[in-house]
């Protein structure tokens, strides 16, 4: 069986791996990567995105501090931690989503058949600022007040936030593909995020799991490194210190690559699962690699009239 060229310059799927029609996570992940691929700088976004959300989050904690102290009354430094911390945690907010919508915007344009660079995916998740602002400082409310009512209220209070956190990431699942895409105000990237996963379920949850599963195995290949290279620096011998230098540096290299590369194929996934769930082409690869991880909910036989 030959496999017809893309137009687009992603390379389709072999036909095997499109198996029955239901997506696995590891195709889901595949497919992801496959598109990655052509666009490697974009590696970088995640990266430049965390050194950026924690240059943010030192400029507005100083303000917040002294705002705070000034509030909280002389010597009371309390307060000043509290609101340097929830002004710096809104300012990381805004800027790691920012960064993360330049992913997405990426991950569109090489479907769409474009060639997305480093400039082009700046200035265009600039373009949609307003909206990342608003869903930025929202997620850091929401984010702020789970974690008082955590350390607030003991074990059962704890729990509640937990299940609330989760859900909140589920129902928020789609949320920065929709505000790239469609451009609208928080409440409705919460809304229409909720309807494009409500409407369509199925396997997203092995893909999350596979795709967990694969950072930790990595994660702690990078530890054991860095532990080995530790007891060799701690043997005390010439051959055994440069050798374990080596393995630290090693092992911290590949950590934070691995950081970036896990972080950009996961903006690409949900980008294009977003294009399948709203019904939006995604060139290059089989529309049937897709149909496993959200499929329509159908309603049990026993429950209809």
Not at 12 to 32: D, E, F, H, I, N
Not at 143 to 151: C, D, T
Not at 160 to 183: K, Q, S, Y
Not at 188 to 213: C, M, N
Request: proline share 5%; net charge positive.
């Amino acid at each position: 069986m030959t496999v017809t060229p893309s137009p687009y310059g992603v390379p389709p799927l072999p036909p095997t791996s499109y198996g029955s029609g239901r997506a696995t996570g590891k195709q889901v992940l595949s497919a992801s990567w496959q598109m990655l691929r052509q666009d490697r700088e974009l590696v970088w976004l995640p990266a430049l995105g965390a050194l950026a959300s924690l240059v943010a989050a030192g400029i507005f904690f100083v303000p917040g501090w002294f705002l705070g102290d000034a509030v909280g009354g002389s010597g009371n430094h309390s307060w000043g931690a509290v609101v340097g911390g929830a002004l710096a945690g809104a300012a990381a907010t805004v800027v790691g989503i920012f960064f993360q919508c330049a992913l997405v915007v990426g991950a569109n344009e090489r479907a769409e058949g474009g060639d997305p660079t480093l400039g082009s995916c700046l200035r265009a998740a600039w373009s949609v600022r307003g909206p990342i602002v608003k869903w930025g400082l929202l997620t850091a409310t929401v984010g702020m007040l789970i974690r008082a009512l955590e350390e607030r209220f003991g074990f059962v209070a704890a729990l509640i936030g937990f299940l609330g956190g989760l859900a909140w990431a589920i129902a928020t699942f789609l949320a920065v593909p929709v505000l790239v895409a469609e451009g609208v105000g928080p409440l409705d990237a919460v809304k229409r995020s909720s309807e494009l996963i409500t409407r369509t379920w199925g396997t997203s949850l092995r893909t999350t799991l596979r795709f967990g599963a694969i950072q930790v195995v990595l994660s702690l290949a990078c530890i054991l490194v860095g532990v080995v290279g530790a007891m060799a620096v701690a043997s005390g011998s010439t051959g055994g210190e440069a050798i374990g230098i080596v393995m630290l540096l090693a092992a911290v290299a590949g950590f934070l690559a691995m950081a970036m590369v896990f972080a950009a194929i996961g903006g690409y996934a949900r980008a294009l699962i977003y294009r399948y769930a709203s019904g939006q082409p995604v060139p290059g690869i089989d529309p049937a690699l897709f149909r496993g991880v959200f499929q329509a909910k159908r309603r049990s036989r026993r429950w209809t009239a």
